[in-house]
């Protein structure tokens, strides 16, 4: 399974596209443009899966650095100081990954 199977091309596109230039990433904003919002928490948790490359059941800070690629193989790395402002936003317990229950879209406001 690939992401253009849970999300639309396009948007990926768009998304990827959005947050090209270094320190750009908001990932409030997105996964917003990425649609997932919208998605059910089922294939949340399949987007979650294909992040997670070494298949531990969390996405690592290592991990982190590399989620745009995730979405689209010619996307850049994410800078030290966005993979660091990402893992904040989804490591619910502070162990320093999140996992699959954290992969709730990390603090999307609850109405948009």
């Known amino acids: ?4 199977d849970l999300l639309n091309a396009e948007d990926i596109k ?3 596209g959005a947050f090209a230039a270094t320190d750009s990433f908001d990932h409030k904003r997105f996964f917003q443009m990425l649609g997932l919002k919208k998605k059910s928490p089922d294939d949340v948790r399949k987007v979650f ?3 997670d490359k070494d298949k531990s059941g ?3 800070e290592e991990e982190l ?3 745009l690629k995730g979405f689209s193989s010619d ?3 994410l800078t030290a100081k966005e993979t660091k402002m990402l893992l904040a936003a ?3 317990d502070g162990d320093g990954k999140i996992g699959a229950e954290g992969m ?3 603090s999307l406001p609850a109405s948009s």
């Open 1 to 4: 399974m690939s992401m253009a």
């Open 14 to 16: 768009k998304a990827v």
């Open 90 to 92: 989804g490591d619910k």
């Open 49 to 51: 899966h294909i992040l």
């Open 65 to 67: 650095g590399f989620i």
């Open 75 to 77: 996307a850049r790395d």
């Open 104 to 106: 709730e879209i990390p």
């Open 58 to 60: 969390f996405i690592e």
